[in-house]
């Protein structure tokens, strides 16, 4: 089994906290790889008119992959799913040969409770939360940890992931990243447009976007 972190999210764009974060679980997870799941569209945030096209936020999410053990892969689209609990469904079953877990900041724990279908998340993987400034102590008071609570392992056990079973959830620590796309659109309100000549090959499924 190849131990694989999924990381999701709008990447609009991506940028450095995106890659820090991942080199972290990476090594406190002892991941081979991390595949960053550029979302077609995340249900949660309605500002559709500031998102940029699909295959720049892809384009964007691969340049900042580069030379890193990190894939970025728009593979919601080509399965045709918008939920991650249903994402997270035909991956485990389109890849038998990998044991995911899924990573998200504490900020997301903070509003796991309005994912669709979140406890049928944590029933599918184990769950790795790290750390984000000021969003720890809402995490923590979250109300989907009022459930999963009882299934909190270890920090210093999280190399140990793959013989979990799920629900499992681990609260990772680095050191924090004020990194953020939004303040890169503010500075940059054009950035996708170095993107939209090309179309970028997807790093999972090797095809072009469609």
Same mark, same amino acid.
């Given at each position: 089994? /190849?131990?694989?972190?999924?990381? =999701?999210?709008?990447?609009?764009?991506?940028?450095?906290?995106?890659?820090?974060?991942?080199?972290?679980?990476?090594?406190?997870?002892?991941?081979?790889?991390?595949?960053?799941?550029?979302?077609?569209?995340?249900?949660?945030?309605?500002?559709?008119?500031?998102?940029?096209?699909?295959?720049?936020?892809?384009?964007?999410?691969?340049?900042?992959?580069?030379?890193?053990?990190?894939?970025?892969?728009?593979?919601?689209?080509?399965?045709? /799913?918008?939920?991650?609990?249903?994402?997270?469904?035909?991956?485990?079953?389109?890849?038998?040969?990998?044991?995911?877990?899924?990573?998200? =900041?504490?900020?997301?724990?903070?509003? !796991?409770?309005?994912?669709?279908?979140?406890?049928?998340?944590?029933?599918?993987?184990?769950?790795?939360?790290? %750390?984000?400034? =000021?969003?720890?102590? %809402?995490?923590?008071?979250?109300?989907?940890? =009022?459930?999963?609570?009882?299934?909190?392992?270890?920090?210093?056990?999280?190399?140990?992931?793959?013989?979990?079973?799920?629900? %499992?959830?681990?609260?990772?620590?680095?050191?924090?990243?004020?990194?953020?796309?939004?303040?890169?659109?503010?500075?940059?309100?054009?950035?996708?447009?170095? !993107?939209?000549?090309?179309?970028?090959?997807?790093?999972?499924?090797?095809?072009?976007?469609?």
């Amino acid at each position: 089994m /190849t131990p694989t972190g999924l990381l =999701g999210g709008s990447f609009n764009p991506a940028h450095a906290a995106h890659r820090r974060i991942s080199l972290f679980a990476r090594d406190a997870l002892a991941l081979d790889e991390v595949w960053w799941l550029v979302s077609p569209g995340n249900p949660l945030k309605s500002d559709a008119a500031d998102m940029a096209p699909l295959a720049a936020r892809l384009g964007s999410a691969r340049q900042m992959a580069r030379r890193a053990p990190i894939r970025a892969t728009a593979i919601e689209r080509r399965l045709g /799913t918008r939920y991650t609990a249903d994402t997270l469904a035909k991956l485990v079953r389109r890849y038998p040969k990998r044991r995911f877990i899924w990573l998200m =900041g504490s900020d997301n724990l903070a509003q !796991f409770h309005r994912w669709r279908d979140w406890r049928r998340i944590a029933r599918t993987v184990p769950i790795a939360v790290i %750390a984000r400034p =000021g969003y720890d102590s %809402a995490a923590r008071a979250a109300r989907a940890m =009022g459930w999963l609570r009882r299934f909190v392992r270890p920090a210093d056990q999280a190399h140990r992931w793959t013989m979990w079973r799920p629900p %499992a959830l681990v609260l990772l620590r680095f050191r924090p990243d004020p990194g953020s796309a939004t303040r890169q659109r503010a500075e940059n309100p054009l950035w996708h447009h170095a !993107f939209n000549p090309s179309t970028p090959r997807d790093s999972v499924t090797r095809a072009a976007l469609d």
